[in-house]
């Protein structure tokens, strides 16, 4: 509440600030922020300070002035300092990725007046991200890149967390997942692949980003569908199964395509199917030969397993409606720009936009959907 | 050469005035944000990222690459006057670097340390030169079970070390390799040991034990004895500059094996954070004179800053070429790559050649000018000592309540930090050592994970840690190591009595 | 250590503290060994379960702490060595006591505040520092904290209602 206030007063001085002379202080107010990530000395920070000391009772007086005379909109809520966007992974990650083209989305097109902090919260397999977002329900300055981990973790480890105490915002992407092997491996789809997995004396090692999670969710499946057995290595985080992979440790993985595409263009590993119902529409090159286009979908193989992770922000349990809109607006407006765009197709991600009531049925179906397979594959703590 | 003729073409880019300035300022920077304590190196360099954001990519990189390095010199600083490590690898440099602040001795102490880093991340800069595209196989071929021979080792070549009671020793690790396994467990991606909590959930934070155990419990020594901090004779000038660099070429072996050490395990994906204590174990190992480390020894200060500045710079190798970040501030500065567009990885050699040896071009500089620069702040630094104790002291718990806080924005860890102080004081008193619960926190959890996969991989087979000839060499080096002083005596014994 | 201060009695004895700090050490054993057999302690087919080294691991601190127990009591040192006198541990507790109540203070009044408040503090009743010398360096260095962290680098520090006040 004291912070929306105390916000409500910097933005009214703003407008106030149209017919005095304080405008210019405003406007270098504005300016010291933007130039701070142009290394210029920090002087002007000082006089920032000083100004907005000796500016508050005029400010106030304006501010009560003003709402009487302003609409509701003028007034909409801003951030106040700089706005953190939490990560529920390690550095490098997927969700990292995404977190900084969105701190430099937002930065170059100057989609917003403060700052934007990337944190990374990925311990306790990202449990520490979804704790620190319950544990402040009213601070309107941070957000949340969640993925499928809200649904899994409280089943898996009997976190106690659930999506519905968090505000939902938008659901910006959806991530694939794909089956990969060492390039040096002669395997050139799934079959030859399971068939070798079957026929093994020792069960293939099979890579992924944490236990009882997508990629282990994923792996249970591909045994059922197979009749294939596999030993489930869970690493810290997707890059490192990338590595694992092309130095032969383990003899496959099931990453993210963000996470295998650098190995995969420099020809490491191969690429055997998606696991979605449909292939991925980039068609331009990634590597020499292929295109994301170019990999065929799991069902297609005659192995039908399906699964797509949501790539979504929120906010805190508790913030006001008009710190919920302004988001919604904000990252709206991330999804329009150029490096989002470039961003979405270079690491293979499926469109999707969805806010309001549009996402709050698609997460419980989502959901829904996320307990099923887990409680199949056994994996939810009793 | 083509690795030379693209070097030269790396310098001639860089050697302006704009970049040379812009150096200085990421130098500076980086400096600050690694005294800072709440900062420290990964979390400075977020925080400075953004700087660079409005950059064309060579100045960028530059100042990136600097703040990187400013932040490791910085690293060292706090740890040798106030105890206080501010990253994993400056936790070594405390043992034998705080005691030598204590007796005076801190610009000797610090120019050493800054000395040692310039030579360790010297080597490896070499060493990227000329050996990249090799070392990037090198490191793929670390499995689970490779690294956990390499943790072993670690842990080997601590053992039996300590002058303390061998029970007070095992009691230290044990509870370190207790503390580091709270929270989720990896593996199983189950919960233990958090009785319910939501803040033990997060597992205990090696930086918030650190700050704890070693800066406040160093206040509440320090008060106890009352003690000043003792730093009021000493003489800064040029001559300790020169004085501890006559002494280098007698440490000539140290020196080598540290940043031989340090270079092997920063390629290591991950295994940066072994290197200085590896570093200093193995230095008190083949010393002549074990016991007087801990107590002040120059070499104590060597040997750890080489190691972990080897490891820190060619840490940068398997993350340019592998995308795998071997330390958390390297992990920062994958991110700050990806912003530009480039992606680490194998590719990254080939298509941008210009970016990789303009980045090493300004390794060289950065360190370079670093070097001077921070040899330049010792004086600066040492006199901080003698700020009266009843001003520094408040300052100091005020710092570390911040750098507690600062990791992980939770008002817990300052009451966790609070109470590592407490057993920090009183395991100094009954000669319970802090070292080995350290160690165990840092690299505990890391080798237990790689441990319990190596299992899963094997189907429960141990004779994977000898299935290849790289795994089973480290593997029964560290073995060797462990049993050196029953092995050493049955070999006495045998010379004794000739057969 | 600190037998070189005149008058000053022994508050306890190096052997009680080791024999209090073993026990505390043994029940903490007790407690976590019991937590991981609960988490699961065995080893199973692909290797060990989640519980088991630290199970194995809370055994060996509660053996060593034991064995440590017994040795204290077996052997018996003549002139048992002081852990702290009197008039150090008083000193230690001025360090301490202050250190515990700036970290209450700091969750009500921000963390710029208490600070203030514990480096001026500290300087006058405990360095018996003058005390315009001692407001004016704890003013200093709070305001000097919270210029680098919060608006400088964007380190959000706790804060309390003097922050509040001035809209930050």
């Given amino acids: ?382 | ?499 | 250590m600190s037998q070189n201060e005149a008058g000053s009695e022994p508050l306890c004895s190096q052997s009680t503290v080791e024999r209090v700090v073993l026990l505390l050490l043994l029940a903490l054993a007790a407690l976590l060994a019991y937590d991981n057999w609960r988490t699961g302690m065995s080893w199973d087919t692909d290797g060990p379960q989640a519980g088991y080294f630290p199970f194995y691991l809370s055994l060996i601190l509660g053996a060593a702490s034991l064995f440590g127990l017994i040795r204290q009591w077996v052997a018996h040192r003549a002139p048992e060595p002081t852990f702290v006198s009197r008039a150090a541990f008083r000193r230690v507790l001025q360090v301490f006591i202050p250190t515990l109540l700036f970290c209450f203070a700091m969750q009500w009044l921000g963390l710029y505040v208490a600070s203030f408040l514990l480096v001026a503090g500290f300087m006058r009743w405990v360095g018996h520092i003058a005390t315009w010398k001692s407001v004016l360096t704890a003013f200093v260095f709070s305001a000097l904290m919270f210029v680098t962290f919060q608006i400088a680098f964007d380190v959000i520090m706790p804060k309390g209602p003097l922050e509040a006040l001035f809209g930050l």
Avoid at chain 1, 240 to 263: F, K, R, Y
């Fill in chain 2, 1 to 499: 050469m083509e690795a030379l003729g693209l070097l030269l073409y790396g310098f001639s880019v860089l050697l302006t005035w704009k970049t040379l300035a812009l150096m200085l300022v990421g130098l500076v920077l980086g400096i600050f944000v690694g005294v800072l304590p709440g900062l420290g190196g990964p979390n400075g360099v977020a925080i400075l990222l953004p700087l660079t954001f409005t950059m064309d990519p060579t100045s960028a990189i530059v100042m990136l690459s600097c703040i990187y390095w400013g932040a490791l010199f910085g690293g060292a600083i706090t740890s040798i006057l106030f105890n206080i490590p501010g990253e994993a690898w400056s936790v070594a440099t405390t043992f034998d670097g705080y005691p030598m602040a204590q007796q005076g001795r801190a610009a000797e102490a610090l120019t050493a340390a800054f000395t040692s880093s310039f030579i360790g991340s010297l080597v490896a800069v070499l060493l990227i030169t000329f050996l990249a595209p090799g070392i990037a196989s090198f490191a793929l071929q670390f499995g689970p079970p490779e690294f956990f021979a390499v943790y072993l080792l670690t842990f080997c070549s601590f053992v039996g070390l300590g002058r303390e009671a061998k029970h007070k020793t095992l009691i230290s690790m044990a509870l370190g390799l207790l503390l580091s396994g709270v929270g989720m467990d990896t593996v199983s991606g189950q919960l233990r040991m958090t009785f319910g909590s939501a803040d033990l959930l997060r597992g205990v934070n090696f930086l918030v034990a650190v700050i704890g155990l070693f800066g406040i419990s160093e206040i509440l020594l320090t008060m106890e004895e009352r003690l000043a901090l003792r730093g009021h004779s000493a003489r800064i000038s040029l001559r300790v500059v020169w004085k501890v660099w006559r002494e280098l070429p007698r440490y000539w072996a140290t020196l080598l094996r540290s940043s031989i050490i340090g270079c092997w395990l920063g390629i290591t994906p991950g295994g940066a954070i072994a290197a200085s204590f590896m570093g200093y174990n193995l230095a008190k190992r083949f010393s002549k004179d074990k016991e007087s480390f801990g107590k002040g020894r120059i070499e104590g200060v060597f040997a750890p800053e080489t190691a972990a500045h080897a490891s820190g710079t060619s840490a940068l190798l398997p993350m340019l070429a592998l995308g795998i970040p071997g330390s958390g501030t390297a992990a920062i500065l994958l991110g700050g790559l990806m912003v530009w567009g480039l992606n680490p990885g194998p590719l990254l050699f080939v298509e941008h050649k210009e970016f990789v040896w303009g980045l090493i071009a300004s390794m060289y500089l950065g360190n370079v000018v670093g070097l001077v620069l921070v040899l330049s702040t010792v004086p600066l630094f040492a006199a901080v000592l003698r700020v009266p104790f009843a001003a520094i002291a408040p300052m100091i718990v005020v710092s570390c309540a911040i750098g507690a806080y600062a990791i992980q924005n939770a008002v817990f860890d300052i009451w966790l930090m609070v109470g590592f102080g407490v057993v920090g004081y009183v395991f100094k008193k009954i000669d319970i050592p802090l070292a080995p619960l350290t160690l165990a926190l840092v690299l505990g959890n890391r080798a237990e994970d790689a441990f319990r996969l190596s299992m899963i991989g094997s189907a429960g087979d141990l004779r994977v840690f000898w299935s290849n000839g790289l795994v089973g060499s480290v593997t029964t080096l560290a073995l060797v190591l462990l049993f050196w002083p029953l092995l050493s005596r049955v070999f006495e014994r045998m010379r004794a009595t000739p057969a």
């Fill in chain 1, 1 to 382: 509440m004291q912070a929306e206030q105390s916000a409500r007063v910097i933005s009214a001085r703003r407008h106030a600030a149209a017919d005095q002379p304080a405008e210019q202080a405003a406007e270098r107010r504005a300016g010291a922020r933007r130039s701070a990530p142009q290394g210029v000395p920090r002087a002007a920070f000082g006089l920032e300070l000083c100004h907005s000391v000796l500016n508050r009772w005029p400010a106030r007086l304006a501010a009560m002035l003003m709402a009487t005379v302003l609409s509701g909109a003028a007034l909409a809520w801003e951030p106040s300092k700089p706005v953190e966007i939490v990560v529920a992974a390690g550095a490098g990650g997927a969700s990292d990725q995404m977190a900084r083209m969105m701190q430099a989305a937002i930065q170059k097109n100057s989609l917003m007046k403060q700052p934007v902090v990337v944190s990374l919260k990925g311990a306790a397999s990202g449990a520490e991200a979804l704790m620190y977002m319950k544990s402040d329900p009213a601070d309107a300055h941070r957000a949340l890149i969640a993925y499928s981990l809200i649904y899994m973790l409280p089943l898996s480890a009997k976190i106690p967390f659930n999506w519905r105490e968090l505000t939902p915002v938008s659901v910006v992407a959806l991530d694939q997942l794909v089956l990969w092997v060492n390039a040096k491996q002669p395997y050139e789809s799934v079959k030859a692949f399971a068939d070798a997995a079957r026929s093994s004396a020792t069960p293939f090692k099979m890579g992924g980003t944490g236990s009882r999670r997508e990629d282990h969710v994923l792996t249970a499946f591909l045994e059922k569908k197979t009749g294939a057995r596999f030993a489930y290595l869970p690493y810290k985080s997707g890059g490192e199964a990338a590595t694992q992979l092309v130095g032969d440790h383990i003899q496959a993985n099931v990453n993210n395509p963000s996470e295998n595409l650098e190995v995969w263009r420099a020809g490491q590993v191969r690429p055997l199917c998606v696991f979605d119902k449909e292939r991925i529409a980039y068609k331009s090159a990634v590597t020499a030969t292929q295109s994301w286009n170019d990999i065929p979908t799991c069902r297609e193989q005659g192995v039908d397993v399906q699964y797509l992770m949501l790539r979504a922000l929120f906010l805190p349990g508790k913030v006001g409606p008009d710190t919920t809109a302004f988001y919604v607006d904000l990252f709206h407006r991330v999804t329009q720009t150029a490096e989002y765009k470039d961003y979405m197709e270079k690491q293979a991600l499926k469109p999707i936009y969805l806010t309001g009531n549009d996402m709050l049925k698609f997460l419980q179906d989502d959901e829904a959907l996320n307990r099923d397979l887990m409680t199949e594959a056994g994996f939810v703590a009793k």
